[in-house]
């Protein structure tokens, strides 16, 4: 379970990335959503309220530690990077290993650019504007999204393959919902951790525990996984996070630097030699 804080509007909101039964997004899989991407994140059938916040730029380590049952360790690293400028675009840029990196740059209107340094290609996904998206939409990809009216969450079914630099989930303020805590299913506790300094950035502290019972999935054992996230308001990003499971290890992502101010406009932009290839939207009728 890796568990991401999504910023919306209410307390807190968690996005179920690859595993359904770890209730990552425990919001959203207590609405039975089944996001296929963290692009789903973005999906509202309003307007997102605007939420101002520092523009910045910031480079993260992840530190991912597995022990197997003979006591070998397993320690991979990866760094990332992060970028806000004052028109309220985001980027993030991962470097998978030294000849590939992926890079999202996600506009305040929904729109966005993704490009991988592998395929050279830039994809430019036209979404409709958040106050359109209602019902169903076909993509020039041949997919089909939904955007429900009470879940605020688009459910796709995708015949072919995404792009890999998949998008990043949207920062539009709090880390919250409008659901409360008080709705979690009873294997998941919530508690609050209280502000904090990291990188002398003010943080808001969040831990969910999730518990399988006793054979759920075959254990003879309960099975706890701990997910503690920082999460920095001025910025609407997350400055450090921790994910603890007994099964695949701790991983742990947090910045190394934060640097306030405009980040270089430059970095927002892909390679001028990168093919573009644009994704349109039209709305179709639901099935």
């Known amino acids: 379970m890796r568990l991401l804080i999504l910023p919306a509007c209410g307390v807190l909101a968690f996005v179920l990335a690859s595993h359904p039964a770890s209730g990552q997004n425990l919001l959203a899989a207590n609405n039975d959503s089944s996001a296929s991407s ?23 380590k992840q ?32 470097n998978m290993r030294p000849d590939f990196t992926i890079t999202y740059v996600r506009y305040p209107d929904g729109k966005s650019l993704s490009w991988s340094t592998t395929q050279k290609t830039v994809t430019k996904n036209n979404m409709p504007s958040r106050d359109q998206r209602h019902g169903c939409w076909a993509d020039s990809q041949g997919r089909t999204h939904h955007w429900g009216a009470e879940s605020n969450v688009r459910k796709e079914s995708a015949s072919s393959s995404t792009n890999p630099a998949q998008p990043a989930p949207s920062n539009t303020g709090q880390p919250a919902t409008s659901k409360t805590t008080k709705e979690l299913p009873s294997n998941f506790s919530y508690e609050d951790l209280g502000t904090d300094s990291f990188l002398g950035i003010k943080v808001n502290g969040y831990r969910i525990t999730h518990t399988t019972p006793v054979g759920a999935i075959g254990n003879d054992r309960p099975i706890v996984e701990i997910d503690e996230d920082w999460f920095a308001p001025d910025l609407g990003t997350i400055l450090r996070s921790i994910h603890e499971d007994p099964r695949t290890g701790k991983k742990t992502n947090e910045a190394t630097s934060v640097t306030l101010g405009e980040p270089d406009p430059s970095l927002f932009q892909p390679p001028d030699d990168y093919i573009v290839k644009t994704v349109d939207y039209h709305q179709v009728p639901c099935n």
């Open 38 to 60: 963290a692009e789903s994140s973005q999906s509202s059938t309003t307007p997102a309220a605007t939420v101002k916040h520092l523009s910045y730029s910031a480079e993260f």
């Open 63 to 94: 530190t991912n530690q597995q022990i197997l049952a003979d006591g070998t360790m397993i320690t991979e690293e990866r760094t990332s990077f992060e970028a806000q400028d004052a028109e309220g675009r985001r980027l993030s840029s991962e």
